[in-house]
């Protein structure tokens, strides 16, 4: 693919200029009706120019959509050791809102192609999968220490936490529903740490 030959310093910097068009354009003016002319004149390259990294719109648009995913549900955010799991509960919340606000408008495009877009949807349910994995661990660590009811589903309950959090952002950052963040925020994480049985520590 075209995307994967060795480039070049120079090919790198000019790889990237098509990639920082593309997000642009994608954002000004959707997908479909995005054009890989429009990206080559965004980035002042000439159109065949863009064939030398990516074979079609669809391969730019992977990339900045994993690009997007990875930022998204990046691990190593939590607090460092001793935290307990309340504040890693508040941290993560606020680190999720922080990366969806950064890429709020991207978000909206890529869940509107993943309506028609199987190959999308699926990078969407891959990345999804794997920050969910992550929050069913914790909370299996949190069982075996008696912190969480033993007979959770720890993997159900990661996954409808996830939809929670997903969907109230999504209509918040996406849709421009409310506008005091922190009582946003602060209510997000009452109910997850309620739905888990965590008590605060003081």
């Known amino acids: 693919m075209a995307e994967e030959a060795t480039l070049t310093e120079r090919g790198v910097r000019t790889r ?3 990639i920082q068009a593309a997000r642009e354009i994608f954002e000004e003016m959707g997908f479909l009706d995005a054009r890989v002319g429009h990206i080559t004149r965004r980035a002042k390259v000439a159109y065949g120019t863009f064939y030398t990294y990516f074979d079609s719109k669809e391969a730019v648009f992977r990339e900045i959509a ?3 995913f990875t930022d998204m549900t990046e691990p190593g955010r939590l607090p460092l050791r001793g935290a307990s799991p309340a504040e890693r509960v508040r941290r993560a919340n606020r680190s999720y809102y922080e990366a969806y606000l950064r890429n709020a408008r991207m978000m ?3 869940e509107q192609v993943a309506t028609f877009n199987e190959e999308f949807r699926e990078m969407r349910r891959r990345h999804r999968a794997t920050s ?10 949190w069982q075996g220490e008696g912190l969480v009811a033993a007979g959770l589903d720890a993997e159900m309950a ?3 936490l996830a939809a929670m959090v997903d969907h109230a952002l999504y209509l918040r950052l996406v849709q421009g529903d409310g ?3 922190e009582r946003f925020l602060d209510t997000l994480d009452a ?3 309620r739905a888990l049985g965590l008590e605060e520590r003081t």
């Open 191 to 193: 109910l997850a740490i």
């Open 132 to 141: 969910v994995g992550r929050s069913a661990h914790a909370i299996r660590r």
């Open 66 to 68: 994993d690009r997007l």
């Open 108 to 110: 909206a495009i890529i």
């Open 158 to 160: 990661a996954h409808a």
């Open 179 to 181: 506008d005091d963040t």
């Open 16 to 18: 990237e200029r098509l």
